[in-house]
Every structure is written in C-alpha cells, then in structure tokens.
C-alpha cells in the first residue's frame, strides 16, 4: 500500500489549501482514511478522518474550517482548509486502514507527508 499526499503550500492567515492523497495497492471495500499533522516541537495529533461508509470525524481544532472527503472509491482523499491560521503550520500525514474509523486509532499504513505553512 501506497499512499502520496499533495498539495501542501505556503499561505497567509485566512487562506485556503486543498491537500490530496492518492492511494495505491489498497483493494478494501471497508476502509477509514485519515489526515494527522505534526507541528515542529509538537506530538502528532490527528485532524480529520473519513470511512467507506462516509461517517466523519474532526478535531475540534479544524471543527468547521476543515472538510475531509474522499473519491473513486476510496483511493483519493482529500482535505479542504479553509480560514487557516499560523497554528495549523505543520507536515500533514495521510494516513488509511482496512477498518471503520476508530476515533483517530491505530491506522496501519501512512503517507510521506506534505508541508503547510501558514505566516500572518
């Protein structure tokens, strides 16, 4: 299993980025897909995640300026930021398994990450 992340950028407070993730070598009809981020000097912590049958989870964070979604079956994912702040400035992981979502635990496959910046 593969997975690549793109979109990550440089923007200034109130902007907006779209981040993508292209799966590969990931046949599974039951799956949950998940974006966590890491800020310099800080734990990873968990972002949005999205399941093969649509259910939804946020961190209250992001709650409302972040939207996850997800295409062609579960092999590209997506996150839509909008209203993004300094404190958002992280490498943002893609992150998948072959299960429903478990509030954010334990997925077993994850991506190289991409990098966002967010300057005020």
């Known amino acids: 299993v593969q997975l690549v992340e793109s979109g990550g950028g440089s923007v200034q407070a109130g902007g907006s980025l779209r981040l993508s993730c292209v799966a590969s070598?990931?046949?599974?009809?039951?799956?949950?897909m998940g974006w966590f981020r890491r800020a310099p000097g800080k734990e990873r912590e968990p972002v949005a995640e999205i399941d093969s049958d649509g259910a939804m989870n946020y961190a209250d964070s992001v709650q409302g300026r972040f939207t996850i979604s997800k295409a062609n079956a579960g092999n590209t994912l997506y996150l839509q930021m909008n209203n993004l702040q300094p404190e958002d400035t992280a490498m943002y992981y893609c992150?998948?398994?072959?299960?429903?979502?478990?509030?954010?635990?334990?997925?077993?496959?994850w991506g190289q990450g991409t990098q966002v910046t967010v300057s005020s």
């Open positions: 070598g990931y046949p599974s009809s039951t799956y949950c």
């Open positions: 992150a998948a398994d072959h299960k429903y979502c478990e509030g954010f635990a334990d997925f077993r496959y």
